[in-house]
């Protein structure tokens, strides 16, 4: 099939790559001419994730910045950004700019196509604010085009994997028609396929989200009682997702979830929920839990040395491992604080160094040994490499759990 992927971010990216393998013909297209060129010359591509330079060096894609050039699709995969602003009001300024070109790019056409949002978005918005735009020009859904809403569920890191091993394949259908357009693109997967109307399929993805979130703050909230406690938190963990019905993952207490899609799609869901007159008061909570949660290194910090005039180390900078993401990356909040408070900052880590430094010019860079050479340490992305770093008589105050660092002269778990 033809596939137009507009929007060459994390998921447009990887979706491309991912649909170019399995023999779809695929020309990416986004608005940012830059990245555009970028992807052209194979290397440094604006994103890391592994396995995808060797992928996109074996598939091959087409790239543009022009709406024209993709007009021709089967089916277009709406994969733009969306953001959530304070308030949790979803921010779909690119969704609604991607989709009017799309329907100014197609206005001519009249054969039929698919157009199908891949963005996370708040319940009703493919319906309420995708349809009518794509019909402006006298076009209708059902007859002249199809619609739908596949969410995406691959995580970071792992993108390739999962976008080529996925748990299920949930589409959201406008109609019988474009579903089935839909599950012929992702044929070749190997997985359960859930049809579902637009709005349901909306909801499954910030429902999921929501459910990883609750699981992190629930264990961070076990974890803040059991370091009261003098219990080993992580031994409590071990023991309860030994309950098939809990499971392992998902289980880590810490300094909890950042990112780009954990925290702006319990916003998102927060606040579809208070538009529909609801208070949810758990997912309050969580998000509670874990802003409150981002702020323990610092604390326990002061326990053991004043800030100002010290310098801190930081040990990891993404907001996970396997990534250069730094998107509301727990590092970012306590920078912010270290350096309000007077201290000198010099950090650490494998992939986002780059990325963090364009946000915190006064924060120097170095190498993991010379962090950990600092009056204090704090690790706060779980990089394999840090559990190999010689900590002994340093102070440092661990927000990921890595064991070595436990030989530290003075060293602290967050929750532990
Ligand atoms: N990153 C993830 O792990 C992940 C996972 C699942 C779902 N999602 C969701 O997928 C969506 C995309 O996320 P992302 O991380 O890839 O975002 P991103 O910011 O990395 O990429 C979005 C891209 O869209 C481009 N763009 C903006 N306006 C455009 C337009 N009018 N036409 C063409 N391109 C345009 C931007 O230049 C950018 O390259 C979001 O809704 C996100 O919540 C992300």
Redesign the pocket.
Known sequence: MKVSV????????ISGACLAELGHDIIL????KE?IATINTGKNL??YEEGLEELLSRVHIKTSSDYAEAASADVFLI????TADESGAIFSR?LV??TG?IAAAVKDRQDYYVVAV????SPGTTEEVVIPILEKAGKKAGVDFGVCMT??????GR?IYNFMNPNRIIIGEYDKRSGDVLERLHRGLDAPVLRTGLSTAEMI?LASNAFLATKISYINEIGNICKRLGIDTYDVARGMGLDDRIGQKFLNAGIGFG???LP??LKILISSAQKADYQPDLLQSVTDLNEAQALKPVELLEKHISLKGATVGILGLSFKPGTD?IRDSRAIRIVRVLLDEGAAVKAYDPLALGKFLELFPEVKAATAEEVVDSDAVLILTEWAEFDKLDYRGRIVIDGRRIEKAREARIYEGVCW
């Open positions: 507009i929007g060459a971010g994390y998921v447009g990216l297209v986004d608005v940012d990245k604006p994103i994969c733009v950004g969306t690119h700019t991607a070109q891949k963005s996370t978005v969410p995406e569920f691959l995580t970071e993108g993805k990112g780009s899609c702006k799609d993401d």
